[in-house]
């Protein structure tokens, strides 16, 4: 299984971006989903997950802002950002929530 996320880039402060990350295998629509970021010096943290069936759940400090989301059928799981802010940068990944593999990272940079 490989995972590749992708959409991001340099923003200024209030901007928006769609974050994708394409899975490839079988095993997609049958698990949870999460997205995760790691900033600078910092440990890597939950930011949202989406469960097979959709539901969602966010991190509080982007309850309101962020929207995740999935297409089994293109077997890719989306992050909506909106108003973003410059404590939003980092480098953002998905993850099965189930299993250990992380796959490679997009950058996302929020200017003031």
């Known amino acids: 299984v490989q995972l590749q996320a992708s959409g991001g880039g340099l923003v200024q402060a209030g901007g928006s971006l769609r974050l994708s990350c394409a899975a490839s295998?079988?095993?997609?629509?049958?698990?949870?989903m999460g997205w995760y970021r790691q900033a600078p010096g910092k440990q890597r943290g939950l930011v949202a997950t989406?469960?097979?069936?959709?539901?969602?759940n966010y991190a509080d400090s982007v309850k309101g802002r962020f929207t995740i989301s999935r297409d089994n059928v293109k077997n890719t799981v989306y992050l909506q950002m909106n108003s973003l802010k410059p404590e939003d940068t980092a480098v953002y990944y998905c993850?099965?929530?189930?299993?250990?593999?992380w796959g490679q990272g997009t950058q996302v940079t929020v200017s003031s």
């Open positions: 989406i469960t097979s069936g959709g539901t969602p």
């Open positions: 993850k099965f929530l189930k299993y250990s593999y």
């Open positions: 295998g079988s095993i997609f629509r049958f698990n949870d």
